[in-house]
């Protein structure tokens, strides 16, 4: 009987974790503002300011997928679109 409570217990533990990872990943970071929604795929490289010479992060999405995001987002960005081919 302790047996079978520890594992039911584990495995709720277990979906818990998951679930936060999940809900934590959708809202971490912002999508950029700059970029239109599908059917586009896109990269966004934001710069440490208006020279745009320090690339400080990039954001990119693949054809309707979720958008990655690494390093900072900055009011200084530069933004490459390109038309997904679902055919």
């Known amino acids: 009987m302790n047996r ?15 679930l936060v990872a999940l809900i934590a990943s959708l809202t971490a970071l912002p999508q950029p503002s700059a970029i239109a929604a599908c059917p586009d795929a896109a990269r966004v490289n934001y710069y440490s300011d208006a020279t745009h010479t320090t690339l400080v992060g990039t954001c990119w999405h693949n054809c309707c997928e979720l958008w990655t995001c690494t390093g900072q987002i900055t009011d200084f960005y530069t933004v490459r679109k390109r038309v997904c081919d679902f055919s």
């Open 4 to 18: 079978a409570r520890n594992f039911l217990r584990s495995r709720l533990n277990l979906l818990v974790v998951l």
